[in-house]
């Protein structure tokens, strides 16, 4: 098979160009709509996702969701949804983010103690962004 120049080694990419990062809650949405109707949207963005990396789990979270997520999208997500803002824990992006992370084979062997603790991770990287402001890159160390 002949890769071709700009596309993923694993084949075309499964959300289209321009896609990822998100910019607003209405291209939330839409992709959330996608993941609930296309029955292997979910398993593609696993794989896609997974060229991100990430040496253990926190980084492979925070790498993801940077790739995911502009900054002013993630400033209007929480967990709950409290404040007006959208609720990130009923989100298939949530379940996504946690399959990434398993499907990283540096942190394949995540136990579901680490994997609930993933989801922790997920609420500290917004609770980080929306402290930050716009164009902010996060310190390396958090990368």
């Known amino acids: 098979m002949q890769k071709i120049p700009g596309e993923p080694a694993g084949g075309p990419d499964p959300l289209g160009r321009d896609i990822l990062p998100l910019k607003d809650v209405t291209s939330l949405l839409a992709l959330e709509k996608r993941v609930r109707e296309e029955a292997d949207l979910q398993n593609k963005m696993i794989t896609a996702l997974s060229a991100i990396g990430g040496l253990d789990v926190k ?40 399959g990434t992370v398993r499907n990283n084979r540096l942190t394949a062997t995540a136990t579901d103690q680490e994997s609930d603790h993933t989801l922790l991770i997920l609420n500290s990287c917004l609770t980080v962004i929306e402290k930050r402001g716009d164009g902010v890159v996060l310190p390396t160390a958090m990368l």
């Open 59 to 98: 980084d492979c979270v925070w790498r993801v969701m940077k790739h995911c997520f502009t900054n002013s999208l993630a400033k209007q997500l929480n967990w709950r949804g409290i404040n007006g803002k959208t609720a990130f824990h009923g989100l298939q992006l949530k379940d996504v983010i946690t």
